[in-house]
C-alpha cells in the first residue's frame, strides 16, 4: 500500500506563491497517473490538475489554468503542484492522489490512494 504525504502549505497573501510537494512511500508510483484535489471550507472536493505517468501529459482544472504548475520527479517518488498568482478562493485542503483505474482523470472515484491533505490559506 502506498502512502502519500504532501507539504510545503502554509498562509501567503494573494499574488503569492507556494510549492506543494507529495512525496509518496510503501511502493513506486513511478507507473501511475497522479492528480492534485483541493476541497475548500463547505465545498467539495475537486480536481486541481493530473499529470501521466510519464509526466508528458498535462491537465488542468480551468481555475487554475495558467496560475499552476503540476510536475513530477519520478527518481525520488515526488509530483509538486507549483501555485502561483494566487487567489483567495484557492483557499483549501489541498490532496495529492494516484490514479487507480481508467477512469476520468478528473472524477475522485478514479484514484484509489489519497493522502492526508495540507492547508493552503490566501489571504487578501
Known amino acids: 500500500q502506498v502512502q502519500l504525504v504532501e507539504s510545503g502549505g502554509g498562509l501567503v497573501q494573494a499574488g503569492g506563491s507556494l510549492r506543494l510537494s507529495c512525496a509518496a512511500s510503501g511502493r513506486t508510483v513511478s507507473s501511475y497517473p497522479m492528480g492534485w484535489f483541493r476541497q475548500g471550507p463547505g465545498k467539495e472536493r475537486e480536481f486541481v490538475a493530473h499529470i501521466s505517468a510519464g509526466g508528458t501529459i498535462r491537465k488542468y482544472a480551468e481555475s487554475v489554468k495558467g496560475r499552476f504548475t503540476i510536475s513530477r520527479y519520478n527518481a525520488n517518488n515526488t509530483v509538486f503542484l507549483q501555485m502561483n498568482s494566487l487567489k483567495p478562493e484557492d483557499t483549501a485542503i489541498y490532496y495529492c492522489?494516484?490514479?487507480?483505474?481508467?477512469?476520468?482523470?478528473?472524477?475522485?472515484?478514479?484514484?484509489?490512494?489519497w493522502g492526508q491533505g495540507i492547508q493552503v490559506t490566501v489571504s487578501s
Open positions: 492522489a494516484v490514479q487507480g483505474n481508467s477512469g476520468e482523470y478528473y472524477d475522485t472515484r478514479s484514484y484509489g490512494s
